[in-house]
């Protein structure tokens, strides 16, 4: 089957299967949060990004063999509802970005800041600091040998802009600014989007509506 990032909350998780790794999207909770489960194919080790809501749901998706480590993008609640019950249920790692861990109420493992290594069996992702939805929102940057990168965005870009930075001019302007500089100008138009919530994108769709973006101001 296609991959087509298309989910919904109580819905089938679809399965991007890469080379080296398979990407499981599903939805989850009031809020229509999007919680990423990456496997290594050669080793299967397990990833969560997001345990947003919906444990029993995640857990079923995770299976029998459990999951390393989970990764939270940032503060906001709607993105760790879940993560006490499936930390609890699979003794997993906690990684969270450095200024926005303290605001986890889940102990995080690891502080991240831009630039760490995460690793998942064999497979490295990278993350990039992400200043103006929140503090220390993270994106997972997954630079495929066998093909274009793919990115996970958590709040801070989504189809049609960056994350709601509230008005605030001084926070939009810090997101845009790192979501152009570390996202669009580092990456191909090939990279695919894996955001927080709704349907996934591409750089390549997006960046043709920058310059609307930031004379908008959201």
């Not at 200043?131 to 965005?153: Q, R």
């Not at 845009?176 to 894996?194: G, S």
Request: proline share 6%; glycine share 12%; net charge negative.
């Amino acid at each position: 089957m296609t991959y087509s990032g298309a989910v919904k909350v109580g819905g089938p998780a679809d399965v991007h299967e890469l080379t080296d790794l398979m990407i499981s999207k599903v939805a989850v909770g009031p809020m229509d949060n999007n919680a990423y489960l990456l496997r290594c194919r050669a080793t299967g080790e397990q990833l969560l990004i997001d345990a947003a809501n919906d444990a029993a749901t995640l857990l079923t998706l995770i299976g029998d063999d459990g999951i390393a480590s989970v990764v939270t993008t940032h503060q906001h609640g709607d993105h760790w509802q879940a993560l006490a019950a499936v930390v609890a249920a699979t003794g997993a790692r906690t990684y969270a970005g450095a200024y926005d861990a303290d605001g986890i109420p889940v102990p995080t493992d690891v502080r991240v800041e831009d630039g760490d290594s995460i690793r998942v069996g064999r497979v490295e992702l990278t993350a990039r600091h992400l200043v103006g939805h929140t503090p220390g929102s993270i994106a997972l940057v997954y630079d495929d040998p066998h093909g274009h990168p793919h990115v996970f965005t958590g709040d801070c870009l989504f189809p049609g802009g960056v994350g709601n930075t509230w008005k605030d001019p001084e926070a939009f302007a810090s997101l845009f600014h790192d979501v152009r500089t570390k996202l669009f100008d580092a990456l191909p138009d090939e990279t695919w989007v894996y955001p927080g919530h709704g349907r996934d994108t591409t750089l390549g769709d997006e960046r043709p509506h920058l310059e609307v973006w930031r004379e908008r101001g959201w």
